[in-house]
Structure formats: structure tokens, C-alpha cells
């Protein structure tokens, strides 16, 4: 298992939280993730065989928020 912290831009709110736990889960190969709205992260565990970084990147910027 890899792990990896996104800086995560444009969370608001608890809701947005949940919407991207919700995307990263959802990625075949993830493992774990944990997001932070007070220091705008995820950390996220996952099988880097089955998912890359620039895919747990992709998901988070197509549910509309900005990876930095």
C-alpha cells in the first residue's frame, strides 16, 4: 500500500467532505481515506497496481474541487 496526502481547495463544508471520501472510495484499488476540512487534505491509502495518484487527483478534481 501507498500512501498519499492531497491539498485539497474548495471545501466548504461537511457536505464536501463527504463527497470526496465518497469519489476517492470509490476508486478500485483505495484502501483508506481520511479528509480533513480544517487543513483541506485526504490522505489516502491505496494499491498503487490498481489506481494511480494522478487518477485519486482526477476523481477529486471531477467532483469539482482543485488539487493543488
Do not use: F, H, P, Q
Request: proline letters at 0%.
Amino acid at each position: 500500500m501507498e500512501t498519499t496526502t492531497l491539498k485539497i481547495e474548495g471545501m466548504t463544508c461537511g457536505g464536501c467532505v463527504a463527497s470526496v471520501e465518497r469519489v476517492l472510495k470509490a476508486l478500485d484499488g483505495v484502501d483508506r481515506v481520511e479528509v480533513s476540512l480544517a487543513d483541506a487534505r485526504a490522505t489516502v491509502a491505496y494499491d498503487r497496481e490498481r489506481v494511480s495518484e494522478k487518477d485519486l487527483k482526477a476523481a477529486v478534481e471531477d467532483a469539482g474541487y482543485d488539487v493543488v
